[in-house]
Structure formats: C-alpha cells, structure tokens
C-alpha cells in the first residue's frame, strides 16, 4: 500500500507561480510512476502532468505545456509540480497519483493506470 500526500495548493493572483509537492510512503518510490490530475468545479478531473519512476520520460497536458514542470526527488520521495505564469482557468482541486510501473521508463497520462491518489489539495488563481 502507497499513503500519497499533496500541498503547497493556495491562492495566487493570475501570473503567479505554485510549487505543489506530493509525498508517497510505503514502498520503493523509484518503483512507481507519479502523475498530477486536477478536477475543477463543474468539470471532469484532467491529466495535467506525469512522470516515470526513473524520473526520464514525463508528459504534460498541452494546456500546461511550457508553463509547469513536474520533477521527482527519489531521496525524499517526493514528486512537485511547479506550476508559473498561473491563469484563473487552473483553478482545480489538484490531485497527485501513483502507480506501480515494473518498466521504469513508464508514465500514465490517464487517471484509470493510477491505484493509489491523494486527498488532493485546492489551487485557486484570482484575476
């Protein structure tokens, strides 16, 4: 069993930048595969972002493309996503996600591959 804990979500003014972190104890962090969801109000939840467990290969969601990165610190087991240049159309409820990859170089960038999430962690971006 992975425990997935996320924070650093707040409010910023449009513009602004956020560093979300996601934290999973359990097992072997490098052994799982990491992805960033968001479900604004209203609204279906969305792949943003993912990364493989050897930290090589990532996606983005082409809404986010250029403006966020996600990386991963094996050693602290935790996964960020830095999010800049925030528009008030990020506004969502974040969600960080894991899976077990057995290939290393594996991501997911759909919400079904992942089996363990978080609480998920509230990012609003004023105008």
């Known amino acids: 069993q992975l425990h997935v804990v996320e924070s650093g979500g707040g409010l910023v003014q449009a513009g602004g930048t956020l560093r979300l972190s996601c934290t999973a104890s359990g097992r072997t962090f490098s052994s799982y595969a990491m992805g960033w969801f968001r479900q604004a109000p209203g609204k279906e939840r969305e792949s943003v972002a993912a990364?493989?467990?050897?930290?090589?290969?990532?996606y983005y969601a082409d809404s986010v493309k250029g403006l966020f990165a996600i990386s991963a610190d094996n050693a602290k087991n935790t996964v960020y996503l830095q999010m800049n240049s925030l528009k008030p159309e990020d506004t969502a409820v974040y969600f960080c996600?894991?899976?077990?990859?057995?290939?290393?170089?594996?991501?997911?960038?759909?919400?079904?591959?992942?089996?363990?999430w978080g609480q998920g962690t509230q990012v609003t971006v004023s105008a």
């Open positions: 990364i493989s467990g050897s930290g090589v290969n990532t």
């Open positions: 996600a894991a899976v077990r990859a057995y290939n290393s170089n594996y991501y997911g960038a759909r919400d079904y591959e992942y089996d363990y």
